[in-house]
């Protein structure tokens, strides 16, 4: 088991989602969807289809990221 201390002094999900996603989350909150889902949604305005099918793969992978914050989270509860 890891100490709490060490597990502290590290970021949660080791990164996975501490810096800015752009213009992703302003997106999300447009569609009212998770950011992953906006490349496949078929709603898209046309002007911000461009944007999020050019960073499609970059939109997608907000999943995993947020999947390894979580996973981490709730790691840090379970020690406390």
Same mark, same amino acid.
């Given at each position: 088991? *890891?100490? %709490? +201390?060490a597990?502290?002094?590290? $970021? *949660?999900?080791?990164? =996975? *989602? ?6 992703? +989350?302003?997106? $999300?909150?447009? @569609?009212?969807? +998770?950011?992953?889902?906006? +490349?496949?949604s078929?709603? %898209? ?6 944007? *999020? ?5 970059? #939109?997608?992978?907000?999943?995993? =990221? @947020?999947?390894? #914050? =979580? $996973?981490? #989270? %709730?790691?840090?509860v379970?020690?406390?």
């Open positions: 088991m *890891i100490a %709490l +201390p597990v502290a002094d590290k $970021s *949660i999900g080791d990164n =996975a *989602i501490i810096h800015s996603h752009n213009t992703f +989350p302003s997106m $999300s909150q447009k @569609y009212h969807m +998770p950011m992953w889902r906006l +490349p496949d078929g709603i %898209l305005d046309p002007e911000d289809r461009s944007t *999020i099918g050019g960073n499609q793969h970059a #939109f997608r992978a907000t999943k995993q =990221a @947020y999947h390894a #914050f =979580a $996973s981490d #989270f %709730l790691h840090r379970s020690l406390l």
